[in-house]
């Protein structure tokens, strides 16, 4: 998508505004399965958290993609999507027995990480069949928030608990279907997938009904020129030819299954911000935009790095800048960035701006959340308009305080 065509967005519906695009969705889909094209059976689940418009779950749905769902209300939005429940597959982590028993009633794929109710779930429904989420305890991920599989993580049930595992699935006679980890996110090493696959694959001998393994995801971007980014296409050829071997081992033909979030979407993403003010203290220039961690946590939360770019002014001269936002605390997007000279009123882009951004914005400061548009065959699709003050009020009650305080009666 050109910067012209974005810059015509933010004119035309005004900003804070995310815009994502379709092609770019589309060719990472493509890059992805093309690099898996050796598996015989090969199952993409995007993870609807990374960006769960319902627009863009029906973009995956025309791809062929499966999702992936950690929450009921995730699940629901699939349904409402068009995916069929065996589509679907559900990966909570610390939910109640009762959502997972509501998840299995809606008929998706059950994707279990807590020995307590695998039993409770396996004694009460003996036949509904059930995915285990193995922790292999590797340490991976780009920090420690988003390192999942290691010895002191949540996730995930212990390779060493396999033999409970097993003494649950002989007590209750359910069935295990499939085998899941996933390690964490923004992995750099093919290295540490084949690694942890080799536990899975070892992990999936001793379950003999299997219809799937998946690998989870984690698949690294590039956030800036020259950045590393997970090498997909070696990794599909080493881990294809190793999940073959291992079907054959198995006796059977096995499903190929990742749930990727940020691979497909991450960098579909724009984000389009107005600068409210220049503000130059004595030590630093900054670029004051109408935006805040409101609407994109990631360099707050994580340290992320989003690239910064004028696209008001791309050939102007580049100085120095901090990107900051509104929010009543420090809100810093990026710290001394060289961006092309910025005045008062330019539209500023960040890129990477698909995964994990508007699906975490809040109303903090009550604020209102910003509209999304899906560039898709070359137009700008609104697929979610933009807050209004009824949207803050909605919900709230709020009580009547001007009436006098009855006094209480005397005996
Ligand atoms: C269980 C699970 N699967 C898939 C994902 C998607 O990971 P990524 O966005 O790195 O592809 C996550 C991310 O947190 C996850 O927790």
Redo the contacts with the bound molecule.
């Keep these: 998508m050109l910067e012209n065509q974005l810059l015509k967005i933010a004119q035309d519906l005004g900003s804070p505004v995310y815009v994502y695009d379709a092609a770019k969705i589309e060719s990472q889909y493509k890059r992805l399965t093309d690099a898996f094209k050796d598996v015989k059976k090969l199952k993409l689940n995007y993870?609807v958290?990374?960006l769960s418009n319902i627009s863009i779950l029906k973009l995956f749905k025309s791809l062929g993609s499966g999702i992936?769902t950690v929450s009921i209300q995730e699940v629901q939005l699939g349904l409402a999507a068009g995916f069929s429940p065996d589509q679907i597959i559900f990966?909570p982590n610390g939910v109640s027995l009762d959502e997972i028993e509501e998840a299995a009633q809606l008929g998706v794929k059950i994707n279990i990480d807590n020995l307590s109710i695998l039993e409770q779930f396996g004694t009460k429904h003996p036949n509904v069949p059930v995915c285990i989420r193995i922790n292999p305890h590797v340490m991976a991920g780009g920090n420690a928030n988003i390192s999942?599989g290691h010895i002191d993580s949540k996730f995930g049930i212990s390779i060493h608990q396999i033999p409970h595992i097993l003494r649950i699935v002989e007590n209750t006679k359910m069935t295990i279907n499939g085998i899941h980890m996933?390690t964490g996110?923004d992995i750099l090493d093919i290295e540490v997938f084949l690694y942890a696959s080799e536990i899975l694959f070892e992990t999936a001998k001793q379950f003999k009904n299997l219809d799937f393994i998946d690998f989870?995801?984690?698949?690294k971007v590039p956030y800036k020129a020259g950045d590393i980014e997970t090498n997909i296409e070696e990794l599909g050829k080493k881990l294809s030819s190793r999940f073959n071997d291992f079907c054959k081992e198995y006796g059977k033909d096995l499903t190929l299954a990742f749930?990727?979030?940020?691979?497909l979407v991450s960098e579909s993403g724009n984000f389009l911000v107005k600068v409210n003010a220049v503000k130059q203290t004595t030590s630093t220039v900054f670029a004051q935009i109408d935006s805040g961690f409101n609407h994109l946590i990631r360099p707050m939360f994580y340290g992320s790095h989003h690239d910064i770019v004028n696209i008001s002014n791309p050939s102007g001269r580049e100085r120095f800048y901090t990107v900051v936002g509104y929010i009543c605390e420090t809100d810093t997007f990026g710290n001394n960035r060289r961006i092309n000279e910025i005045t008062e009123g330019d539209i500023l882009c960040f890129k990477n701006a698909g995964?994990y951004c508007f699906s975490m914005a809040s109303n903090y400061n009550s604020r209102f959340r910003p509209a999304e548009v899906l560039w898709y065959n070359d137009k700008a699709h609104v697929i979610r308009k933009a807050e209004t003050f009824d949207d803050i009020l909605r919900n709230q009650i709020a009580i009547d305080f001007s009436k006098k305080k009855e006094k209480p009666t005397t005996v």
Aim: aromatic share 12%.
């Design positions: 993870a958290k990374a992936d990966t999942v996933h996110s989870g995801s984690g698949f749930e990727p979030g940020k691979f995964a």
